[in-house]
């Protein structure tokens, strides 16, 4: 698998997910003190009071339990630390580490 790691914003990184990650891509988030891996259910980037959102529900891929989790990917842009994609079919895995956002 060819991995290509990349440094950029939070915002950058939104803009990354919103036009690169698409239903059954593989996405892990890290983000605060959380780690979310496994496979984009759906993608919402619709506007939420006013703004801009992207959430991303992602059916989680872990040993002793699975779920679904809804994460708001712009909620969280701030405490976001790594981002890793992998689209689905092909064999390359992108990495994103995310700069600290300007507040």
Sequence with gaps: MITKEVEMDCDLAIDYI?????????LELSYNRV??????????TSE?????????IIHVSEDTFTSTVEVDVEEIKDDLIEVTHIPKNKDEKTVILIEKCEL
């Design 48 to 56: 939420y009071n006013g703004k801009e959102g992207l959430k991303v």
């Design 18 to 26: 919103k036009k690169n990650v698409n239903a059954h891509d593989i």
């Design 35 to 44: 780690f979310t891996p496994g496979e984009v259910l759906s993608i919402d």
